[in-house]
């Protein structure tokens, strides 16, 4: 089955630790994306990559950090420095750039929800 | 950067009924998906229609990209249609702006 996968489901991790939240996908898509959701609001975004080696900052980046060593994967750190970690993530991917055609449609994981303690 | 937003925020329908929900941007867009959130929180992809009409079963959508908006209707809802209602238009370097979202509860 092709798709999207994201690990753990449910995380809870106290103040001041890091975590790391696996992002997998086997689509063979270029582009990668993490999202941020918080109850009763739409989806922000984080960090995307476009290509491996490669990664950009979003709307809300600060204390967060990504890396892109694999097509297949793009693990996001939720960092101490980090002051309201508590929310819903999710990672998306899409098969290019191009800026006029369907390569541009973002398809989801499930989630992980991140719970501060 | 862009702006977008849905309407109306709520909506509650008997089963059967059918419903248009509207989402306005404020510029031009070369991209624009709507997506379905279940209650586990999954997104869904409904359509990806930067312009024209698209069908698929119940539902159908409708992106006029001149007046910078998108129509999604929803005919002969079901209670697995509930859930929240997701537009997203597509910025610079393939950024996803998203609304705040239509909750839509379906009663039997």
């Known amino acids: 089955d092709g798709g999207i996968t994201q690990s753990p489901k449910y995380l809870f991790r106290k103040e001041g630790q890091n975590v790391t939240l696996s992002c997998e996908q086997n689509?063979?898509?270029?582009?990668m994306y993490w999202y941020r959701q918080d109850p009763g609001q739409g989806l922000r975004l984080i960090y995307y990559?476009?290509?491996?080696?490669?990664?950009q900052k979003g709307d809300i980046a600060e204390g967060y950090s990504v890396s892109r060593e694999k097509k297949e994967s793009f693990p996001l750190t939720v960092t101490s420095a980090q002051k309201n970690p508590t929310a819903f993530y999710l990672c998306?991917?899409?098969?290019?750039?191009?800026?006029?055609?369907?390569?541009?449609?973002?398809?989801f994981g499930p989630g992980t929800r991140l719970t501060v303690l | 950067g862009i702006q977008v937003e849905q309407s109306p925020p709520d909506l509650i329908l008997q089963e059967g009924a059918n419903s248009t929900l509207r989402c306005n941007f404020s510029?031009?867009?070369?991209?624009l998906q709507w997506f379905h959130q279940n209650p586990w929180g999954q997104l869904i992809n409904l359509f990806y229609?930067?312009?024209g009409t698209k069908q698929n079963g119940r539902l159908s959508a409708t992106t006029v990209a001149t007046e910078r908006y998108s129509l999604l209707y929803i005919s002969s809802s079901q209670t697995t249609d509930s859930g929240v209602y997701f537009c997203?238009?597509?910025?610079?370097?393939?950024?996803?702006?998203f609304g705040a979202g239509t909750i839509l509860r379906v009663k039997s």
């Open positions: 510029d031009s867009v070369n991209n």
């Open positions: 997203a238009v597509m910025e610079y370097g393939n950024k996803l702006v």
């Open positions: 689509l063979n898509h270029d582009a």
């Open positions: 990559s476009q290509i491996v080696n490669d990664f």
């Open positions: 229609i930067p312009s």
């Open positions: 998306a991917s899409s098969l290019g750039l191009a800026a006029l055609s369907s390569y541009n449609e973002q398809f």
